[in-house]
């Protein structure tokens, strides 16, 4: 049977490490998610999706380090779905459609 974390560092970045399947899968199905050219609005983004990864009761009780780690393992899976991006990509996703 695995092991329960007890500390609420090692139940956030457990938690983490589950989101972050998702785009692991995405990537085996060949698809990948847009992220931004520009590099503040790329890791703001990323910061904004792990702060809220967190409950909010745990939030405080978070080390920077606990934070920047999520943000590491976020962003590589991140990375690795770019390449499956069209190269054309960033054209695309400025054309406004009505949906």
């Given amino acids: 049977m695995a092991e329960v974390p007890k500390d609420p560092q090692s139940i956030f970045l457990d938690r983490i490490e589950r989101r ?3 785009f692991a899968t995405l990537l085996e199905a060949g ?8 590099e503040q609005q790329r890791t703001r983004s990323i910061e904004q999706f792990v702060r809220l990864t967190a409950r909010k009761s ?3 009780l978070l080390s920077t380090a606990t934070l920047a780690r999520a943000f590491e ?3 590589a899976h991140l990375e690795a779905t770019q390449k499956v991006l069209p190269h054309d990509v960033q054209y695309r996703n400025r054309v406004r459609k009505s949906w």
Avoid: H, M, N, R
Avoid at 31 to 38: E, F, N, Q, R
């Fill in 20 to 22: 972050v399947k998702t």
């Fill in 31 to 38: 698809l990948g998610v847009y992220v931004a050219p520009d």
């Fill in 58 to 60: 745990e939030l405080p």
């Fill in 73 to 75: 393992i976020v962003s």
